[in-house]
C-alpha cells in the first residue's frame, strides 16, 4: 500500500529555525500499524474528543515527506504550527488519497 501516495505542495508550509521552508509533502494511506503506533505515542491526543487533533496526529503518520524535513520531525506538534490554508490543501490530500485507495482496491466512488 505505500506505492499509494499523493503529492502536493503547501501554501505556506513550515518554516524551520534556519529560515528554510518546507512546502512539498507526499502523503499515504495510513494503516492499523500505524493506528497501534499512535496509541503507543500519542495516548494523550488519541484521548482527546477532538477531530481537529486526530486527524494532525493521522496526517503525522501518513506524510512521508514535507520539504527536506527527516520523516521523524513530522509530529503532530510540528503539523499543530501550519496555517490553517496549509490544512485545507492536507485535507484534500486526503481525499484524493482516499480516491485512489477505492481505485487501487475495485471499490466504487462511494463506496467503502
Known amino acids: ?65 514535507l520539504g527536506d524535513l527527516p520523516r521523524e520531525a513530522i509530529t503532530p506538534e510540528l503539523l499543530a504550527g501550519l496555517p490553517l490554508q496549509d490544512f485545507n490543501v492536507l485535507a484534500a490530500a486526503e481525499d484524493d488519497l482516499a480516491k485512489k485507495l477505492r481505485a487501487a482496491y475495485g471499490r466504487e466512488e462511494d463506496g467503502v
Do not use: C
Open 1 to 65: 500500500m505505500r506505492d499509494i501516495t499523493v503529492s502536493g505542495e503547501l501554501p505556506y508550509g513550515h518554516k524551520d529555525e534556519q529560515g528554510a521552508i518546507h512546502r512539498d509533502f507526499t502523503m499515504r494511506p495510513v494503516t492499523l500499524a500505524d493506528l497501534e503506533a499512535m496509541e503507543d505515542a500519542y495516548p494523550e491526543l488519541l484521548a482527546r474528543d477532538n477531530w481537529l487533533t486526530r486527524r494532525r496526529l493521522t496526517w503525522a503518520f501518513a506524510l512521508e515527506k
